[in-house]
């Protein structure tokens, strides 16, 4: 009876592992459960379409391999073959190692189901240095703990549940004899040596030499949306798999000449070209969705039954709209802030992560502001957050402008009320830095190139305090944001009754877009391509750029190429996106990548391609807008030369990224 007691005390520490390893896995569940919830409405289109064991299957081998990371330092705790570990003080300290590291994931992945809404996709450890220069963060944190209040319960009970049902070995553990020796350490060795391979199969995601360790994009084979990726994968797995991993790597799927005659990012203006040096306005709406504009809607045929019919939330835009270059599917080549600046400012998408915060964002990079300083122009960015915020003013030297307008410039300005402006949390309300923004123009030496970024259509999703009564939560409002869209949108009609009154006014043309979407209530604004519908509007005052809605594709990219084609540019540059205004509509595309899956539309049709090389999924998006009828296979000759063009973009991409080649030497 000793022996058989005895022994059971020798496998209790392998058993109380393996015990206390399924807790994790449970939580891993809930927490998704969690951010289904959450995240319901985005995630629920097409969701019943879903293969519920295949997406098992996914989830537990995502969870596997982050559980088998996190806990690696609790793995070795526990079944290291050395006796001391059976003290209470080894165990104890074991416990907490657990119970911390799990707590941690706990967290990132109940937050990240809050953030989900902003960007998409899970977060991975590019965040640290999104947010390295703000200094509000933990202002944020406090308002999205006390507004999902439920999702800190839930972590609270989580972490709980793992203080209290955590298993540690029992039994009276004593080596008497020196066979008790001989049998403990012989189990121990045998449980250490198993738990090894079985280990790294698991964080690799296989146990054959012919398996690749897994990586996000393949979470994609078990869902049908890009959008469901993120159900897959967890975030402590995103987080691992993202550290100091090399971004950009060049496919090499055609030599030089062949990919050259295939696609051709450096555009190189005719001899004939006249330059008309007129200035140059950009304005960068935060998170001004294409879904909130009335004059832009509908988005397609799909949902032209669906159209609101309560008044729309942008009557100045819309009236702006009549009067400019509008086009019937305008894209963003990313999902967040950081994303949109070098896609609107110099034509550069982002593939794989944001461009400046990989590595590349030290090669030598152009845009509007730097080439037309070589022309002549004066040139200056506006944002009205602390100066350094989310990496703007780096980024807007980097790529040419002369000078920068923040927070502090703005303070400097006796014609304004200096930090009473601050909205408290991000920056100086849209309608004074607008203001200031046209003011400051008035003060410029033409021709200039000038872009603003603005801050007030943001979380926490609030307007000034002499606005509450005016923009407020009305009852047939989708999401709180509708009410920060109506104050920006007045902002702007401000903004333009000012400017038109400037002697600059009438010889500039005028870009409107959004950095990204935000906060979507529209199904057809959830799909993988609705996620990126932003407005594209260019206003010539001057009526040189005519007034119309345009039946092609426009995104980002195409901004700094058409500007620069129609103000005839003499030189050569590089720009990765199409001139609009000289490009046949059927020829027009756009491209964008989230969660491994580049996407990329043109004339009737959006390819959807995995960053390993792979197609996955072939729609035509104008007659099946909700993506439901896969055509992979089935269109012959435009399935294949999509493919190639797309293929020829991102060695094209990645080429010059890795050579350093984004501007003509």
Not at 166 to 171: A, F, H, Q
């Amino acid at each position: 009876m000793r022996r058989i007691h005895l022994h059971k005390s020798f496998i209790s520490s392998p058993i109380a592992f393996i015990y206390n390893l399924a807790l994790v896995y449970i939580v891993y569940g809930l927490c998704r459960l969690a951010y289904l919830f959450e995240n319901w409405a985005v995630i629920s289109e097409g969701f019943d379409q879903l293969d519920f064991w295949e997406a098992f299957k996914g989830c537990w081998m995502f969870d596997t391999s982050a559980i088998l990371y996190t806990n690696a330092l609790y793995a070795i705790l526990m079944l290291i073959p050395l006796h001391y570990k059976e003290k209470n003080w080894w165990q104890t300290m074991t416990k907490w190692v657990y119970v911390v590291i799990n707590s941690l994931c706990i967290i990132a992945n109940l937050s990240d189901a809050v953030y989900f809404q902003y960007t998409g996709r899970r977060t991975n450890w590019s965040v640290f240095k999104e947010f390295s220069n703000e200094s509000n963060i933990g202002d944020v944190v406090g308002v999205e703990l006390l507004n999902h209040w439920y999702l800190v319960l839930v972590g609270i009970v989580l972490i709980a549940g793992l203080i209290i049902l955590y298993l540690k070995p029992k039994g009276k553990f004593r080596l008497r004899m020196l066979k008790d020796f001989f049998i403990y350490y012989a189990i121990h060795i045998v449980c250490f040596g198993l738990y090894i391979p079985i280990t790294v199969a698991g964080m690799r995601g296989g146990a054959t030499t012919a398996v690749r360790p897994i990586t996000l994009s393949n979470a994609n084979q078990y869902v049908n949306r890009s959008s469901e990726v993120a159900l897959i994968l967890n975030t402590p797995f995103s987080m691992i798999r993202s550290i100091n991993k090399d971004v950009f790597v060049d496919p090499k799927y055609y030599s030089r000449e062949e990919l050259d005659s295939i696609y051709q990012p450096i555009i190189t203006p005719a001899d004939s070209v006249v330059m008309q040096k007129k200035n140059v306005v950009v304005l960068i709406i935060e998170s001004y969705g294409r879904e909130y504009i009335g004059g832009l809607q509908p988005l397609c045929q799909a949902d032209s039954s669906s159209t609101p019919s309560s008044p729309s939330l942008t009557p100045f835009t819309d009236s702006l709209i009549k009067r400019s270059l509008t086009f019937d599917y305008t894209f963003a080549n990313g999902r967040k802030s950081i994303d949109g600046m070098p896609s609107i400012l110099s034509s550069i998408p982002r593939f794989i992560e944001p461009f400046f915060l990989t590595p590349a964002a030290l090669n030598k990079v152009s845009g509007l502001a730097g080439e037309l300083g070589k022309v002549g122009y004066y040139s200056a960015f506006f944002h009205g957050a602390e100066n350094g915020s989310m990496g703007f003013e780096a980024f807007a030297h980097a790529t040419g402008y002369k000078d920068y307008f923040g927070r502090t410039e703005y303070n400097q300005d006796k014609r304004f009320n200096g930090d009473k402006d601050f909205d408290g949390m991000w920056a100086i309300w849209d309608e004074e830095f607008l203001q200031f923004y046209a003011l400051q123009m008035s003060q410029m030496k033409q021709p200039f190139i000038t872009s603003v970024f603005t801050a007030s259509s943001h979380h926490p999703y609030a307007v000034p305090d002499r606005y509450k009564d005016i923009y407020r939560d009305e009852p047939n409002d989708p999401n709180i944001l509708c009410k920060c869209i109506r104050y920006v949108d007045n902002a702007l009609r401000l903004f333009f009754e000012t400017a038109q009154k400037q002697p600059w006014y009438e010889n500039t043309i005028f870009v409107l877009t959004a950095d990204h979407t935000n906060l979507t209530a529209r199904a057809e604004y959830q799909t993988d391509l609705g996620v990126f519908s932003v407005p594209i509007i260019i206003f010539d005052p001057s009526g040189n750029i005519k007034p119309e809605r345009r039946h092609c594709l426009a995104q980002q990219i195409d901004i700094m190429p058409t500007v620069l084609n129609h103000l005839g540019y003499p030189k050569p540059y590089v720009a990765f996106g199409n001139d609009l205004l000289n490009t046949p509509d059927s020829l027009t595309w756009a491209v964008n990548n989230t969660e491994g899956i580049y996407q990329y539309a043109k004339g009737d049709y959006v390819l959807q391609f995995t960053d390993d090389g792979h197609p996955k999924a072939l729609y035509n998006y104008k007659k099946d807008w909700f993506l439901k009828q896969n055509l992979l296979g089935k269109t012959g000759q435009t399935e294949q030369q999509m493919e190639r063009e797309l293929k020829a973009i991102i060695q094209s991409y990645m080429e010059r990224m890795v050579e350093d080649r984004l501007t003509v030497k």
